[in-house]
């Protein structure tokens, strides 16, 4: 994953797309959290530059990370749309959530918030309309060739 993230070619979405579905399934296997992934299908072959393949796929796996450490979540839900108006990615969870949206203790809301700002994006982060947290991520398909 350090190679690949880091390969300054940049890549294919679908490839992002399918490592990110990857490597939550796997983080959440064995639990009793039930992950459900909601993709484009198909998956977008189209190009993604190196700067936003490095940071959606951190963002996914930090905010998964997050979700599996923190939440106590039976349900995590990972969501990649893409249209004519441009993409989100989102990752939302059940579990306990937090009034904050910003880290206490670690780095990781903070990185994430660094990431999507290295993009030119604003990372939505915080408590989820049902209860649990949401980590969103949505800007125009140009960000996306960065």
Known sequence: DVVWVNDPRGG??????LRIR???????????????????????????GPLAKR????IAKEAAHNAYKYSAATEVVL?????????????????????????TGG?????????AAALGRE???GPAL???FRVLLAGPSSTLDL
Do not use: W
């Open 55 to 58: 940071n959606l796929y951190l």
């Open 79 to 103: 969501r990649f749309t893409l249209d004519g108006s441009g993409f989100t990615l989102e990752l939302c969870d059940n579990g306990c959530g937090t009034s904050s949206t910003t880290s």
């Open 123 to 125: 990372l939505q982060a």
């Open 107 to 115: 780095h990781g809301l903070r990185n994430m918030h660094a990431r």
């Open 130 to 132: 049902n209860g649990g």
């Open 12 to 17: 294919v979405l679908a490839e992002l797309l």
């Open 22 to 48: 990857e490597h939550v399934q796997d983080l959440f296997e064995g639990s009793p959290c039930k992950v459900t992934v909601h993709f484009p299908e198909p998956l977008p072959e189209r190009n993604i």
